[in-house]
């Protein structure tokens, strides 16, 4: 269970920094251009995927490519979401996100559906309409409104899982390589979006936010890689894994949020990550 802690750790280093961002004038989207050449470093570090042998043919090079776009604007999101609404609002987002591919599986791909999964994706869903900030906002909170950030969010790490399932489909090249050609494709795109912003005179280089992104990029991949060590180490037992890698996520960034950064949740936001932690022990362990 030490691969699930450090994972759980690293995922929720990563909104800290997201949190951190705006206090210490780190630009979040410049930050993630950084993150993904370390993540795909880190990625040949620890996997030595034969990059040389790499064959494309086949390959599932259009969901490559929209992983690639996808990836790091919903990083930039996740930053937005995190300063509007806060860790424990952004992190629940993220971990009730698996009830999209659920959802996905049994309308798309036709899979059986027990009752005991249905009742946890209900209950999923009354989490996701109790943790919305429904109290009245004011000043900019309300004219932005906020709540849509945490609800892309959801969306978005709903489609990336789905993709990544896709992608997990495909035996003819490793998840392990697929990994590091989307972590060099996101690099590429956001470099060049970086790029755009500069000629543009939009936003310009900062050694800051290069070393920023630096220490991103090695708690992204971390929480990655971890979780990935959970599953090996623990081969029969992946709804362990997969309930307490998000359920971690959601009671840690609870308490980071709440005691490290003062977030204030009402009685309904409180419910919420209850539910949200039976929802996800339900599906867990539905079968």
């Known amino acids: 269970m030490i691969f699930v802690v450090l994972s759980v750790c690293c995922s929720v280093i990563v909104s800290v920094f997201l949190k951190l961002a705006k206090r210490y004038e780190i630009d979040v989207p410049q930050a993630v251009v950084w993150n993904y050449p370390v993540a795909a470093l880190l990625t040949v570090l620890f996997y030595r995927p034969r990059l040389s042998d790499i064959d494309i043919s086949g390959a599932p090079v259009s969901t490559y490519l929209l992983l690639a776009i996808l990836l790091p604007s919903l990083f930039v999101i996740l930053g937005m979401s995190v300063r509007a609404t806060g860790i424990v609002r952004t992190d629940l987002a993220q971990r009730l996100s698996l009830f999209i591919p659920v959802v996905m599986a049994f309308l798309l791909f036709r899979e059986s559906v027990s009752e005991m999964k249905l009742a946890g994706i209900i209950i999923g869903f009354v989490a996701i309409v109790c943790t919305i900030p429904w109290q009245k906002a004011t ?7 906020s709540w849509l950030f945490p609800l892309a969010v959801f969306a978005g790490m709903g489609i990336i899982d789905v993709l990544f399932k896709q992608i997990a ?3 003819a090249l490793p998840y392990t390589t ?8 996101a ?12 000629s543009a005179g939009k936003t310009k280089f900062n050694w800051v936010n290069l070393f920023c992104g630096l220490i991103l990029g090695f708690f992204n991949f971390g929480n990655i890689l971890f ?6 180490a623990l081969p029969d037992n992946p709804s362990i894994v997969f309930s307490a890698m998000n359920i971690g996520v959601i009671i840690l960034g609870a308490i980071t949020g709440v005691f490290l950064f003062k977030e204030r949740l009402s009685l309904l936001n409180k419910i919420g990550i209850v539910l949200a932690v039976v929802a996800i022990l339900v599906i867990s362990h539905a079968g």
Do not use: M, P, W
Not at 139 to 145: E, H, L, P
Not at 178 to 185: D, E, Q
Not at 227 to 232: E, N, S, T
């Open 227 to 232: 979780y990935l060590r959970a599953h090996r």
């Open 178 to 185: 697929s990994l590091f050609i989307i972590f060099f494709l």
């Open 139 to 145: 000043g900019k909170t309300a004219k932005s409104a």
């Open 169 to 171: 489909l495909y035996k």
């Open 187 to 198: 690099f590429v795109f956001s470099l060049v979006v970086f790029i755009l912003g500069i």
